[in-house]
Nanobody
Framework: QVEVVESGGGLVQAGDSLRLSCTAS????????MGWFRQAPGKEREFVAY????????SYANSVKGRFTISRDSPKNTVILQMNPLKPEDTAVYYC????????????????????WGQGTQVTVSS
């Protein structure tokens, strides 16, 4: 049984940084493909970033490109989302998700393609 757990959210001021961590357990393959999504109150869930250990550069939403960085951490089943600098519009619940098959192009941004989800972690950025 696959379990996905996020951590690292919190309340910060605009311009600050946060580091979100996502760990997946129960995977039967050494391949790791993870996406970060976020959902603000009253808004649709939106894609933030995607990482694959099997090749290809990380992918980012335009709204976070240049500010957020997604990378693999030790242990190898962990992915980090480094967010800096944060803006008030980044306020949302951030979700990590695992997908079992390779994704290409715009598929990475489609949340219902992902197989397993974490419970979410709140990020609040004050102005």
């Amino acid at each position: 049984q696959v379990e996905v757990v996020e951590s690292g959210g919190g309340l910060v001021q605009a311009g600050d940084s946060l580091r979100l961590s996502c760990t997946a357990s129960g995977l039967t393959s050494s391949s790791l493909r993870m996406g970060w999504f976020r959902q603000a109150p009253g808004k649709e869930r939106e894609f933030v970033a995607y990482f694959s250990s099997t090749g290809g550069s990380p992918s980012y939403a335009n709204s976070v490109k240049g500010r957020f960085t997604i990378s693999r951490d030790s242990p190898k089943n962990t992915v980090i989302l480094q967010m800096n600098p944060l803006k008030p519009e980044d306020t949302a619940v951030y979700y990590c998700a695992v997908v079992l098959r390779p994704l290409f192009g715009g598929d990475k941004t489609v949340w219902d393609i992902y197989n397993y989800w974490g419970q979410g972690t709140q990020v609040t950025v004050s102005s």
